[in-house]
């Protein structure tokens, strides 16, 4: 069982930034690959980015790219999403997931499935 904790969400005007933190349990932590999928009200579930257990491989939504970084410290169980240039569009609650297979390049797949899911926490952007 794997147990992730998010944290850094909150209100930032348009053009700003914040860090998301997803803290996870268990010692094969690195064997994971890791993310963030998010929510907008009225809206699925999508897909924002994935990184590989190694860390070495990152991927990410054609929305987001080259704005938001999506990164881990395997030393602190811990991985990042830091978001730059922040959209009103990037209202959303955003989950942490897990993937015990570590196939982060099929997380965009909606077909694909993730492990374990966080509680999530709200971004809100205003204009």
């Known amino acids: 069982q794997v147990q992730l904790v998010e944290s850094g969400g909150g209100l930032v005007q348009a053009g700003g930034s914040l860090r998301l933190s997803c803290a996870a349990s268990?010692?094969?932590?690195?064997?994971?690959?890791m993310g963030w999928f998010r929510q907008a009200p009225g809206k699925e579930k999508e897909f924002v980015s994935a990184?590989?257990?190694?860390?070495?491989?990152?991927f990410y939504a054609d929305s987001v790219k080259g704005r938001f970084t999506i990164s881990r410290d395997n030393a602190k169980n811990t991985v990042y999403l830091q978001m730059n240039s922040l959209k009103p569009e990037d209202t959303a609650v955003y989950y942490c997931?897990?993937?015990?297979?570590?196939?982060?390049?099929?997380?965009?797949?909606?077909?694909?499935?993730?492990?374990?899911w966080g509680q999530g926490t709200q971004v809100t952007v205003s204009s």
């Open positions: 990184i590989s257990g190694s860390g070495d491989d990152t």
């Open positions: 268990g010692r094969t932590f690195s064997s994971y690959a």
């Open positions: 997931a897990a993937d015990i297979a570590n196939y982060a390049s099929r997380w965009s797949d909606s077909r694909y499935a993730v492990d374990y």
